[in-house]
């Protein structure tokens, strides 16, 4: 393990954040699967991490007092109700490592066993609960939305209950921070405000060093802004790949505006705004189309964590017409981008709103759509298009709009095409796709997990032969190689 230097930034805070805790190892740990695109952004080969000593390391059987594992403690609105303690209750954070680039990541253990806020759970991750955040993660950051990253995922012949057997694993993830709302949230409502006024301090020096710049009193208030903004560009990013979280509490938000804790997430198929992914959620809280506004409401609820650290100890205008000014900016551009178009004007809002109902009202494929829209050209029939609607007359007239729109536009077919292709995936992490991987994984063939998770990795390149992965649930034949 001469290849990795941990550091434990939490050390330096007063020992109310956290708590030190030893993981509870998986007997005979194997590992199912390293990925190599993160490992490199830790400068790690893979032959480095099939090592025996960083499998016990990741396992958690390696960790000393001095870098000690711990897990912090946070609150959260959990479904709109706040929540006061919750916790990393099956998270541990290993420590840090600098990255190739000179940026540190935290490294975390997911399943590493019970902390003091488990509360009545038990600490363990099930193989399917690891895979589907692996997947989730890997898929959206192919994507290019901000996200946490899986860096390997342990195995084991322990079992574990839920509402059947499973088998218990670790995932190891990795991201700049794993701090959430619900950490400030905690100490706000404890009324811990000298702990509050350090969490700040604490997070612009690990994520925002560039606010120092400010003068002090004026760094809250900044600090929000930038979470409102990093916050409004993920979700705007949500939107646009269809993507539903499924679990939109504040603790679950990411102050570095990194999508986190990927559980019950869906990638919608047909487009409808109510897509819930979540069968938990009975009042459809966190469906598709609620996602913005619910981002601003956990923004809201950071700020009102921020209050006694505010100017003037008020929430200013100009920050709640903020969150939705960026959020419409960035949702705006991308689905444009998405369009292919590159210049803009006043009805693309209107052109897009239309798109969505014409989706919803023909029951279209949401990313396949986008995909062969890439093909459309105005003077041929565009007959696979028009193939996806149960309502084709409504889908024609929403392309002659589209083909007004292409006419005030600068590029070619061909061109606009290939820019097309690179922002509407090929490849999404379709629930039928993902249920597979689960099935094969639990009889302990991993290789349509690994398929898949190459595809997801690389989602704009079409590859001959695995034309099954592109295709939505209903329109499948026989499934290719
Ligand atoms: P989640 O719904 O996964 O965001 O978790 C909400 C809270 O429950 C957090 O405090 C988690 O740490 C805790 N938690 C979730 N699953 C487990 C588990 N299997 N064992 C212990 N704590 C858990
Ligand atoms: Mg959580």
Redesign the pocket.
């Known amino acids: 393990m001469q290849t990795l230097t941990l550091q434990q930034p939490w050390l330096q805070l007063p020992d109310c954040f956290y708590r030190p805790v030893r993981a509870t190892p998986l007997k005979v740990p194997n590992l199912i699967h390293c990925n190599q695109k993160v490992a490199d952004l830790l400068g790690l080969s893979v032959k480095e991490m099939n090592q025996y000593s960083f499998i016990q390391f990741l396992n958690g059987e390696l960790s000393s007092d001095s870098t000690g594992s711990i897990a912090t403690v946070y609150a959260g609105h959990q479904f709109g109700i706040y929540t006061a303690q919750?916790?990393?209750?099956?998270?541990l954070l290993l420590g840090e490592i600098e990255g190739r680039k000179g940026e540190s990541f935290e490294i975390q253990i997911k399943g590493g066993g019970?902390t003091p806020?488990?509360?009545t759970?038990?600490?363990?991750?099930t193989l399917s609960e690891g895979l589907r955040e692996y997947l989730g993660s890997e898929a959206l950051a192919g994507l290019g939305i901000p996200t946490t990253r899986s860096l390997c995922l342990l195995g084991s012949q322990e079992g574990v209950l839920r509402e059947r057997r499973e088998p218990a694993v670790i995932l190891v993830r990795m991201a700049r921070s794993h701090i959430r709302f619900g950490h400030f949230e905690y100490f706000y409502h404890r009324d811990e405000l000298s702990e509050l006024s350090n969490l700040i301090d604490f997070v612009i020096d690990r994520l925002y060093p560039e606010l120092k710049q400010e003068a002090s009193k004026m760094r809250p208030l900044r600090l929000l802004e930038t979470i409102f903004s990093n916050t409004a560009r993920m979700i705007a990013g949500w939107q646009a790949v269809g993507f539903v979280h499924g679990?939109m509490?504040t603790?679950?938000m990411s102050v570095f505006g990194d999508t986190l804790?990927l559980?019950p997430f869906g990638f919608m198929g047909g487009f409808d705004g109510a897509y819930t992914a979540n069968s938990a959620d009975d009042q459809q809280r966190y469906q598709y189309d609620q996602q913005p506004e619910i981002g601003r409401w956990n923004c809201l609820a950071l700020a009102g964590a921020f209050l006694p650290m505010l100017p003037g100890k008020t929430i200013p205008a100009g920050l709640l017409r903020h969150y939705r000014l960026i959020y419409q900016e960035y949702y705006l551009r991308t689905m444009r981008a998405k369009l292919g178009l590159v210049t803009q004007c006043k009805e693309d809002a209107f052109l897009i709103e239309s798109l969505l109902k014409t989706l919803a009202q023909g029951n279209i494929d949401y990313p396949y759509f986008f995909r062969l829209l890439g093909k459309f050209c105005p003077k041929l029939r565009n007959i696979e298009l028009l193939a996806l609607s149960s309502d084709r007359h409504r889908l024609l007239d929403w392309l002659r709009q589209y083909e007004d729109r292409l006419a005030k536009e600068p590029l070619g077919h061909s061109e606009r095409k290939q820019l097309m292709d690179w922002i509407n995936p090929c490849y999404v992490l379709r629930d039928h796709l993902l249920e597979e991987v689960l099935v094969n994984a639990e009889l302990g063939d991993f290789s349509a997990f690994t398929t898949l998770l190459n595809l997801l990795q690389n989602p704009f390149q079409e590859i001959q032969g695995k034309e099954y992965f592109a295709l939505p649930s209903n329109q499948q034949t026989e499934r290719g190689g």
């Open positions: 919750l916790g990393d209750g099956r998270a019970l806020f488990s509360r759970l038990d600490g363990r991750l679990v509490n603790d679950n804790d559980g």
